[in-house]
């Protein structure tokens, strides 16, 4: 099994470094991809390296693409269109997409919410709904392969969510 | 004739600076209002002394109201949802409302854009369109009461336009 | 079950943050605790509410203690001397006590480490054999009650090794 | 009409960006020159592009100096006399020089100051009268080409005269 | 023997923490007084603990005054006048005045520099000149009781200074 | 004579400051050594540049050896083994080595302490005593040629003990 980080400068800390971490913990190979496949530093400061750039990124090859939140989804909007295309491309497939807080703006900008169920930072609540999804807000909300959630507090029920998805689907790739 | 500013922390720096001493050279009167009156930050660091509580200002008061940009704009939608309402009543009034950048974040929560036309930084370009509006790429966007602006480079465009429209109306409560 | 994180400003980010919310996705209920109960910032910068001072944690409440990295151990040594004491109650109740990187010095502190497999930060390796334990250099070294890991990068490891351990042994206070 | 803003790292904000943006605003073209042409960085973090190198600057294709303030002016004492050499030469063509806070300090190095009416901040009150001048605490004092204001709150006031004169004089090159 | 040391925030810090400690190794009694007697905070962020508000330091109970340099010197200008007065008094008594770097600032507002040769940081070198002094381009200069210094790297040149001069002299109050 | 400072980045300020400029005022040789020779950043954020590489640094040609505190210590531990080698060596031979709070974990990894009196920052006062020492908290610990001090506070007794071993004894190289 393998899963897909996608972001860059300003993301959200513990968004992006909890997942980074739990998934591998439950066996997954986990791949960080930035726009040029540099190192990125979070809102509060963590600095990451990244495995790929997010251009060299295929679909076809993870079984789970997660969006950390922060500055860096609206980021991601102007720097690196192609993480837009690979979350169409993962709702195509009927993949999982896991986003917590403002990562939901890469599925705004996706337009893949029309008629879905989602969650997402508060502030952004009326840019979900524009988006054509009704927002609940739930610590972690599920509608078939869209795993998305609020804040940090929401970590541990969303990779919970998520892993049970991922360990109900057979392997990509592999 | 009165100005009416809405900000808090996180404000692009110019965005708040370049109207708030500008409209003082045109010989308006500038009142500051932050979501408690407090003094703000910006996302650069500019520290200013706000006049009055958002919840303080009516809009009767005033002849034009102005929304900089930054993270400051998604964060009144949660910290001061009087800043939304003040919008939707200048609007209401066809009175001028000036926003640059993240400003046009608090015009979509107003829901004020529906078939308008505007401009606002390019990564929100897709939440001002699933808003209503008509995204235009241009420096200054006037369409009637609404004067969008992109970046700070537009600052010149930007007030300029403000200033022509406000001069062309008769003041408000004095 | 329920877990005892100790811990104070300086605090490695990631091995609080970990740790803090895998416990509860894992279904333990977590206590963070700091000098007097106060919020505490990590060495890159995130802020953290606590539940209650150290000098308020009674190890006969707890199944587990965990003890993150950081500059917080050696501020710990001399900020909350209580923080040595539980480690020592929990080392003499047999039960779980799970140190990452710097961590360990609070093992050193309690004088619980003699003739013991430990492991830790590179940098304090030689406090850590003059403390008189063989200094494994491996992601998780477990000896009996004791689940130490090295930085960051061994998070998946210890977790995991915490986990287990934990799962492992009856309810303490319940 | 052109004009010529010479700073360099540590120039006060909004003493920089307010003038380069309403000097356009009015229809000049502004030219930001730093000691090598490089891109500069204020006092409190504002990031401004450069157009040339001030040594590459000419007096004569401009019709208006800018100096703002902050640690730039001092900085620039060191940095790049050329900036002292365009204050005489503007100040001898008898051509407007606005300067703002520290930026007098320019001036002093000039020696441009010797029996005129000058302002600044007020920290520096003793340095503009040891280079001749009689200090006047108003908001603008113009001595003729000399126009000179104290600190940020004055810079509706300094542009206002700033443009007034410019707007009186014919343009230098074109 | 006592010394003391004026200053307040924005300090050069080795400027300060070099005598605080050097005239303590000499056996001199050293107090450090700020503008309210609070603790103060250096350019890069050192902070030190004042021991008297300037207003409650006497120069008679004193045998050296010491004035770091860095931003302090211009803001005790503005903040605190009666360190200015301290300069002027401890110059009538002929008791040595130890200034480095930006510390020659307060000489020149206590007007005690006519005909006196001194020298400092060089981006004031036309305003100690405008001031009435021979500057004088060297690590330190000493013009009877004036002991002046330009930089850091001078600290050993002017601290060796500063004992020969008040190991000459009788002690003040004691 | 010749002093040399080992230290890199993460030093206490003063900790390197005041021995570099005191040894140079007593009319020292001064050479800071770096692990690359590279200029190293303090803990608050004092930049210093080096004389040379650690590695090329042999202890015949010094007359002592200053090991600053700080996070430098430890950080040294694992950038620059030949750091501890150095110890070592002038340990063997009899010279004075001059630590100061954290700088004793240099001593530590050295393995010179068994048996010796010794002191630093109370915060890894368990470490000194696992390594053999006796600790004493006083502001200055002199055992033979090991001459140890627990913060900044004690630097001026510390510099006077340096200074009265350095001149009692005969120059190195030279």
């Given at each position: 099994m393998k899963a897909l980080?996608?972001?860059t400068d300003g993301f959200e800390d513990s968004e992006l470094t909890y997942p980074?971490?739990?998934l591998q913990e439950a066996g997954l190979d986990v791949a960080l991809a930035t726009p040029a496949g540099?190192?990125?530093v979070g809102k509060i400061g963590e600095e990451m390296d990244a495995d790929l750039a997010i251009s060299d990124a295929s679909e076809d090859e993870y079984?789970?693409?997660?969006?950390?939140?922060g500055h860096a989804p609206e980021n991601l909007r102007l720097e690196a269109e192609e993480a837009v295309d690979l979350v169409r491309e993962f709702d195509a497939s009927?993949?999982?997409?896991?986003?917590?807080c403002h990562g939901a703006q890469l599925l705004i900008?996706?337009?893949?919410?029309?008629g879905r169920e989602a969650t997402g930072y508060w502030s952004i609540r009326v840019d979900i709904e524009n988006a054509g999804a009704t927002f609940v807000d739930e610590e972690c909300v599920v509608d078939d392969n869209l795993i998305t959630?609020?804040?940090p507090d929401d970590l541990p029920a969303w990779l919970s969510a998520v892993l049970e998805r991922v360990e109900a689907q057979p392997a990509a790739a592999d």
């Open positions: 980080i996608v972001t980074y971490y739990r540099e190192s990125v079984d789970l693409l997660v969006v950390p939140g009927d993949k999982p997409i896991a986003s917590v900008s996706a337009d893949v919410l029309e959630a609020r804040y």
